[in-house]
């Protein structure tokens, strides 16, 4: 090519895009993931940066990983304060975490009859609960599977429904996370266990 001008211009092209094509292929986009690919990610675990408690297998893992990589600095935040905090410490009350974005609930009160509890969900936080001392169980059901009963309030960030779904039974070792498309029904009374100490984590939703 006898024009060098020329010449520069088209390699500095291309330089830019191999650099463009190495970008598109590393960084994460929350809408290109699948539950294939979502449930491989869940299992490597590299999400909890050395946490040893377990994420129960019934997360939404698809959409776990869509939050997590929408919201990473934030999700890293939530488990390392369940890595770095000695829950059995933790005295009932709330704790800030990261502004308006994570804080914590602490309870340590008696669990109910089932029919002493409520469907619920939430927009604007996705709830991690931990049980932290004794048990309890928990139910969850898709959404579209429930009926309102409550309509949302935005004040309280919960709406109530009327539904059948599954119940596990929560002890520690394990962290349930609910997100605003599940409806959970938690504070469940186990036989023979009349109370626990429990964590409720509640992370901001990804806009």
């Not at 940066?49 to 377990?54: D, R």
């Not at 927009?123 to 001392?133: E, F, S, T």
């Not at 969850?140 to 309102?148: D, G, L, N």
């Not at 996370?177 to 109370?195: C, L, T």
């Amino acid at each position: 090519m006898k024009n060098p001008l020329l010449k520069t211009a088209l390699l500095m092209l291309g330089v830019a895009a191999l650099g463009f094509g190495a970008r598109a292929q590393t960084a994460p986009a929350a809408d290109t993931w699948t539950k294939k690919k979502a449930e491989k990610w869940f299992k490597k675990r590299e999400w909890a940066k050395g946490l040893k408690l377990n994420v129960a297998e019934s997360v939404d893992k698809l959409e776990f990983a869509k939050q997590y990589t929408a919201n990473q600095a934030t999700w890293d935040k939530a488990f390392a304060y369940f890595r770095d905090t000695n829950l059995d410490q933790l005295t009932p009350g709330k704790y800030p975490v990261d502004g308006e974005n994570i804080f914590a609930a602490v309870t340590d009160n008696p669990t109910k009859d089932f029919d002493k509890t409520n469907w619920e969900s939430h927009r604007k936080y996705i709830d991690m609960q931990y049980v932290v001392q004794g048990a309890e169980k928990i139910g969850v059901v898709p959404m579209a599977k429930a009926t309102v009963i409550k309509p949302y309030e935005e004040a309280r960030d919960v709406a109530n429904y009327s539904a059948e779904g599954k119940l596990y039974e929560a002890r520690p070792g394990t962290i349930y996370i609910f997100f605003p498309q599940d409806v959970h029904r938690p504070n469940i009374k186990v036989d023979g266990i009349e109370k626990d100490k429990k964590l409720v984590l509640k992370v901001r939703v990804a806009s």
